[in-house]
């Protein structure tokens, strides 16, 4: 027999603080002029001037990730924290306005994702990814008009495809 809702100790949790008194309600008038992507702008715009410190930061975290890998190996542990801080490049290095970065650490998750195990991964390749990272944010290669970081991607691109076409992809089940 299950217990039902009435048959079950439960407790309540309150919220220590009320945000709604952190908000100011906009009077109509206001809201008629409210815009909201015009506002989600310019906030970006205030915080964009710590964008280059963040991505410094994303870059420290993915450097010392790759320092574990060559210090302890290849573990189930190192090899998630390469593959988290790699995985946080891609997604913020768009908005953070180094897109030729995030498609560098994009082709270094996806070359994590694809091999057969951790133990098929080529440890240079994946320092040459990390290396072409710390460089471009150092350099301040954030996009297509930065030609040697385009090349570089491309390069990388390239000798990652290559390697794993040696894995043929797993046939989907039915």
Known sequence: ????????????????????????????REAKKFDPVKAAEAALQRLSKNFGTWMDNET????????????EGLTEETL???????HNIKGQALTLGFPLVGQVAANL????ETVPGPESLPLGLIGRHVEAIRA???EGAKDDANKTGVKLLET????????????????EEA
């Open 1 to 28: 027999m299950t217990d039902t809702a009435k048959d079950q100790e439960y407790e309540i949790l309150s919220p220590p603080s009320d945000l709604r008194r952190k908000v100011r309600e906009l009077t109509p």
């Open 136 to 138: 471009m944010v150092m």
């Open 60 to 71: 420290r975290d993915l450097m010392s990730a790759w320092e574990a890998v060559r210090n």
């Open 109 to 112: 998750c996806h070359l994590i």
């Open 156 to 171: 990388l691109q390239g000798v990652t495809d290559e390697y794993l076409a040696q894995f043929p992809p797993e046939p």
């Open 80 to 86: 998630a924290t390469l593959f988290r801080a790699a």
